[in-house]
């Protein structure tokens, strides 16, 4: 499933998980929350009206020092583009995909205060529970939504680092071509030949 919302009411007592590391992104929204999040090993504090965001492949875990309630978005990075063939988004991804990544992790509830983020996580909450015809669209469509947020919140700030993914038009084409290439030889492409066919 590329796409699960769990709406968690978690007990102080619960000292939380291993560290672990999966695949899929996860977006958490604290409703009622006091966490300490470990991600890559730094300590971040998750409390209320707070949303985390955890790239694929990092190292994490929570630690809860009250009962907490929250949402957790599970999804596939690739919700995040349009298909393996298309790179012309790959500036807007990277952040999102790489591990060890060290752009903002946690969003406050003061950063948060526009009402963009709250709508548009419990918009996703609430098509997950009813399931209505293509609520697979509208979840994706919300997602796609939030990291727009985020993007934009990041350039309004002028975080740095974030301008380190934009690519050149050339470069971008030649990976294009690499990919477009691997994608009709699959079966007996080389790395060697997908270099050579994007010069």
């Not at 409703?31 to 999040?37: F, R």
Request: glycine residues 4%; proline residues 2%.
């Amino acid at each position: 499933v590329p796409i699960q919302c769990i709406l968690l009411d978690v007990k102080k007592q619960h000292r939380g998980w291993n560290p672990h590391y999966h695949h899929y992104i996860e977006i958490l929204y604290a409703l009622d929350a006091d966490i300490n999040i470990y991600l890559n090993g730094n300590l971040f504090h998750f409390k209320s009206g707070d949303m985390v965001v955890i790239n694929s492949k990092e190292t994490h875990d929570l630690l809860f020092n009250a009962d907490s309630r929250y949402i957790c978005i599970k999804f596939s990075p690739e919700i995040l583009y349009t298909g393996e063939q298309s790179v012309f988004e790959l500036k807007y991804v990277m952040p999102f995909i790489l591990e060890n990544a060290n752009h903002q992790r946690v969003f406050t509830k003061e950063e948060c205060a526009d009402g963009v983020v709250h709508d548009l996580i419990t918009g996703i909450m609430l098509e997950w529970e009813k399931k209505t015809y293509g609520y697979e669209l509208a979840i994706r469509a919300d997602i796609l939504r939030l990291f727009l947020w985020i993007l934009r919140y990041w350039n309004s700030q002028n975080i740095d680092g974030i301008g380190k993914f934009d690519l050149s038009d050339d470069l971008l084409h030649a990976i294009q071509t690499a990919l477009e290439y691997v994608s009709a030889h699959y079966a007996d492409c080389t790395a060697q030949e997908a270099a050579a066919a994007c010069n």
